[in-house]
């Protein structure tokens, strides 16, 4: 069966560190992937998705980036945090190519001081 | 713009009885439909999907209704159970392009 991990769970950073969230799939080949963030109250952004090695689609032309260095592997990046940037962020992965469900990490809740 | 909009923030329903979630969207060329269930600290879990090419998809308790005239899709569970309680999202997308686009999400209670 297919796993996913998601990691830190929670994570405090000063405002202008760097980030980096690291997300993983196991039990698949060639998934689609997504990142989300859910402010406060609010619903789930689409931040950037990914239909294969090296290539990312982006969807918020903020201060963060995406990559994908590995089939499975999905990280997402800034090289320096605004209190702004402050939510729950959240990795998925589809199977390629269809129409199926998205599914969902465990997240990771960012709090930007 | 908000393509994908849930227009109740909250919803309170006794257990037993029929708990019913909305969602409208604008864009006639979305053509799959979901509804996800999310806890707090958690990431959402999948529940139910529909096809434009179907009204009516069926799971259990759970039953999704899409009418595309009214560009409008509910959520039914029967019978409503107080681990029902939760932020339930819709999510669609148009075939082809990858993107799934999210509802603002309403707040069930199920009182036992």
């Known amino acids: 069966s297919q796993t996913i991990h998601q990691w830190p769970a929670t994570l405090v950073q000063p405002v202008g560190s760097p980030l980096s969230l690291e997300c993983t799939v196991e039990g698949t080949s060639n998934p689609n992937l997504y990142w989300y963030r859910q402010a406060a109250g609010r619903g789930l952004q689409l931040l950037f998705y990914?239909?294969?090695?090296?290539?990312i689609s982006s969807e918020v032309p903020q201060n963060l980036s995406a990559s994908r260095p590995q089939d499975r592997q999905f990280i997402l990046s800034s090289k320096k945090l605004l209190l702004s940037d402050s939510g729950f962020y959240l990795c998925?992965?589809?199977?390629?190519?269809?129409?199926?469900?998205?599914?969902f990490g465990n997240g990771t809740r960012l709090t930007v001081t | 713009d908000q393509q994908v909009k849930q227009n109740s923030p909250s919803l309170s329903v006794q257990e037993g009885r029929i708990s019913i979630l909305n969602c409208d969207y604008t864009?006639?060329?979305?053509?799959?439909f979901l509804w996800y269930k999310k806890y707090p600290a958690e990431g959402p879990t999948f529940l139910i999907s529909?096809?434009?090419?179907?009204d009516k998809n069926e799971d259990g308790r759970f039953t999704v209704f899409l009418n595309k005239s009214a560009k409008h899709l509910s959520l039914h569970i029967v019978p409503s159970q107080p681990g029902d309680s939760a932020v339930y999202f819709c999510?669609?997308?148009?075939?082809?392009?990858?993107?799934?686009?999210f509802g603002t999400g309403t707040r069930l209670k199920v009182l036992a």
């Open positions: 529909i096809s434009s090419i179907k």
């Open positions: 864009n006639s060329m979305f053509d799959y």
């Open positions: 990914s239909i294969g090695i090296g290539q």
């Open positions: 999510a669609t997308t148009t075939s082809g392009t990858y993107k799934y686009i």
């Open positions: 998925a992965w589809k199977k390629g190519a269809t129409n199926s469900p998205l599914h």
